[in-house]
């Protein structure tokens, strides 16, 4: 394969796929809900959890006025919701009415958790710095919501149970069909690929 560098970077989106994400916010009894794929697991301990917003939304808005955020994260069966999440702003309709989206009770913040997602963090904003475009809210998790069978006892994904939604960027999205999930082992993979190159 013939790869070419080049130092005019142009579209940003080399990176994908990532996990397209739904975070949501609440400020003076509105709830809203906007589409992130920008989003990133910071410090396991405590547990951080960073995501990418840009200044223009009203998620960006509600966020920096109560340093609070959840992110939802969604099975392939609700991609739709995530797609329309990310279409129209909440300051043109309201996003939980319009589309039908469910709350679970959140038990530490005000952010709404979605009932559709498998797993959600409730966040409490520690550190907000603007980079570029886009504000990186880093947020403390300080309360997980999860569906307990789709995990095994060391906190992996079962993909029999749950598939997420997996995103290519623009409007595209990647629906996992089939799949295995080969173990390697760090030590060993790493001694194995030493001694075949020795
Ligand atoms: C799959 C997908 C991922 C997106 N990821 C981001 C993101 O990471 N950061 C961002 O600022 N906007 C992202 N967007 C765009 C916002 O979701 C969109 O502008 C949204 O309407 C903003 O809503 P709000 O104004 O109600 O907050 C994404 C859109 C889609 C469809």
Same mark, same amino acid.
């Given at each position: 394969m013939n790869k070419v560098a080049r130092t005019e970077i142009g579209k940003f989106s080399h990176?994908?796929? +990532?996990?397209? !994400?739904?975070? !949501? $916010?609440?400020?003076?009894? %509105?709830?809203?809900?906007?589409?992130?794929?920008?989003h990133m697991p910071v410090s396991a301990n405590p547990p951080l959890y960073g995501v990418g917003i840009s $200044?223009?939304?009203l998620s960006w808005e509600y966020i920096t006025k109560t340093m609070?955020?959840?992110?939802?994260?969604?099975p392939f069966e609700a991609a739709e919701l995530v797609a329309a999440t990310g279409g129209p702003s909440g300051r043109k309709?309201?996003? +939980? %009415? $319009?589309?039908? &989206? %469910? %709350?679970d009770a959140s038990i530490a913040t005000s952010a709404p958790i979605l009932s559709e997602a498998y797993a959600a963090f409730e966040c409490v904003v520690e550190k907000q710095a603007e980079y570029g475009d886009h504000t990186l809210f880093i947020g403390r998790v300080v309360a997980l919501h999860h569906l307990p069978e789709a995990y095994d006892e060391r906190?992996? &994904?079962?993909?029999?149970?749950?598939?997420p939604t997996l995103y290519l960027g623009g409007d595209n999205y990647l629906q996992i069909t089939t799949f295995n999930t080969p173990h390697l082992d760090r030590k060993e993979t790493a001694e194995d690929l030493a001694r075949r190159n020795a």
């Open positions: 990176f994908f796929p +990532f996990s397209a !994400t739904i975070v !949501t $916010s609440h400020f003076d009894g %509105k709830d809203n809900a906007m589409a992130v794929a920008w $200044s223009g939304k609070e955020f959840g992110v939802n994260f969604m309709i309201d996003k +939980f %009415k $319009s589309f039908g &989206l %469910k %709350k906190g992996r &994904l079962n993909l029999n149970i749950v598939k």
